[in-house]
């Protein structure tokens, strides 16, 4: 038979750490206990309780904010990929030491375009990566990842959608005559820009303008 959300709430409090483990991983835990257990001072830190909290489809964004700071990576891992987690705890996250969470981070639905402007400059491709598939990613840190040095992080950057036709006028100058050709031909150009960037003065660009114009 289920085990109900009160049971579950009482057996929170047993002292045996199986009992309590056994309560983290539970579906039917409440955001309610699984804070307790994070809130328990004897086992409160321990790694199986802390994964288990964070991966909880039930987890609250409070308690994952205090489990951001848990020492583990794996426990940070947790949070940063959990859907409950906070603009303002993926904030904090961004500079953690393991680039598995800043790369976690940098692909969540939550992070705000100040977060992914930061992690854009991370040492790491891959968290580049996750910023320019993130869709809260904002046309002026997509104009600096376009000149990336990894191909794959620049092409994306350049044809995201969340491009204005401002920033692709601005791109459509880029030193690189493939950035720039990208840039003409991304779809959210409007006839005004299309109409100026047929006179370019790289050919690429103004040939480019031109064929997209016919479209």
């Known amino acids: ?30 955001p309610e206990t699984l804070a ?12 199986e309780i802390a994964r288990a909290v964070a991966r909880h489809s039930n987890t609250s964004p409070e308690t994952l904010a205090k489990l951001a700071d848990h020492e583990h990576f794996a426990v940070a891992q947790a949070v940063a990929g959990h859907r409950n987690t906070s603009p303002e705890t993926l904030a904090k996250l961004a500079d953690h030491k393991d680039p598995e969470v800043a790369r976690l981070a940098a692909r969540h639905s939550n992070t705000s375009p100040e977060t992914l402007a930061k992690l854009a400059d991370h040492e790491h491709f891959a968290v580049a990566q996750a910023v320019v598939h993130n869709h809260n990613t904002s046309p002026e840190t997509l104009a600096k990842l376009a000149g990336h040095e990894n191909e794959g992080v620049a092409e994306t950057a350049i044809q995201h959608p969340n491009h ?19 840039a003409t031909r991304h779809h959210n150009h409007t006839p005004e820009t299309l109409a100026k960037l047929a006179d370019h003065k790289k050919p690429r660009v103004a040939a480019a303008a031109a064929e997209h114009w016919k479209h």
Do not use: W
């Not at 307790?36 to 790694?47: N, P, S, T």
């Not at 204005?164 to 601005?170: A, G, I, V």
């Open 36 to 47: 307790k257990l994070v809130d328990r001072k004897d086992i409160g830190k321990e790694i």
């Open 164 to 182: 204005t036709p401002e920033s692709l006028m601005k791109l459509a100058d880029h030193k690189d005559d493939y950035v720039a050709g990208l």
């Open 1 to 30: 038979f289920p085990v109900t959300i009160e049971t579950l709430a009482k057996l929170a409090d047993h002292e045996h750490f199986l009992t309590a483990t056994y309560v983290a991983q539970h579906s039917n835990t409440s």
